[in-house]
T-cell receptor, first 112, second 110 residues
Framework: DGGITQSPKYLFRKEGQNVTLSCEQN?????MYWYRQDPGQGLRLIYY???????QKGDIAEGYSVSREKKESFPLTVTSAQKNPTAFYLC???????????FGDGTRLSIL | RKEVEQDPGPFNVPEGATVAFNCTYS??????FFWYRQDCRKEPKLLMS???SGNEDGRFTAQLNRASQYISLLIRDSKLSDSATYLC???????????FGAGTRLFVKA
């Protein structure tokens, strides 16, 4: 079945550590997105990529980095510069600009 | 002003009730409209698309009013399993810009 796979489901970060969240899709979608959701809040866009080897900052990119070396993969690194990383991170993709996004089941990141 | 605004609720309704959610958007270049459902601690899932002609999927009816820049979702005969947060989503034309509303929480009680 086609879909979006995020891993790990739960992740703990130590002070000063960079961590990378994985997002893989086999839907042949061009565009991929990363969102952050805090408890009781809406989705906030971190980064997005419309094609391979290209990506743009979203509304809250500071303290995060991404890469898009393959169409299927869009990993997100939460760097030590992100001082409040505890949140639910969601990856999404879409094939055409006017179509709805499909989401992975998310990664919960906490600070140790 | 937020680009997509929703009443955060919560809406507390008994089983069997009819409940309506509203959403307004500010960008007149918006082209596509959707409702998503998000269960607690889960990812958002597409519920239905929204068209000017209105569309229905079982107990759910969605409507778009382009002149008023307003989207609605009507749920009839509410079930306990309808309890969730409902997100209004707008895609602005010309690119991949998708805007999510903050969501409206619904609690259906026995």
């Amino acid at each position: 079945d086609g879909g979006i796979t995020q891993s790990p489901k739960y992740l703990f970060r130590k002070e000063g550590q960079n961590v990378t969240l994985s997002c893989e899709q086999n839907l042949n979608h061009d565009a991929m997105y990363w969102y952050r959701q805090d408890p009781g809040q809406g989705l906030r866009l971190i980064y997005y990529s419309q094609i391979v080897n290209d990506f743009q900052k979203g509304d809250i990119a500071e303290g995060y980095s991404v890469s898009r070396e393959k169409k299927e993969s869009f990993p997100l690194t939460v760097t030590s510069a992100q001082k409040n990383p505890t949140a639910f991170y969601l990856c999404a993709s879409t094939g055409q600009f006017n179509q709805p996004q499909h989401f992975g089941d998310g990664t919960r990141l906490s600070i140790l | 002003r937020k680009e997509v605004e929703q009443d955060p609720g919560p809406f507390n309704v008994p089983e069997g009730a009819t409940v309506a959610f509203n959403c307004t958007y500010s960008n007149s270049a918006s082209q596509s409209f959707f409702w998503y459902r998000q269960d607690c601690r889960k990812e958002p899932k597409l519920l239905m698309s929204v068209y000017s002609s209105g569309n229905e999927d079982g107990r759910f009816t969605a409507q778009l009013n382009r002149a008023s820049q307003y989207i609605s979702l009507l749920i009839r005969d509410s079930k306990l399993s309808d309890s969730a947060t409902y997100l209004c989503v707008v895609i602005v034309g010309g690119g991949f810009k998708t805007i999510f509303g903050a969501g409206t929480r619904l609690f259906v009680k026995a």
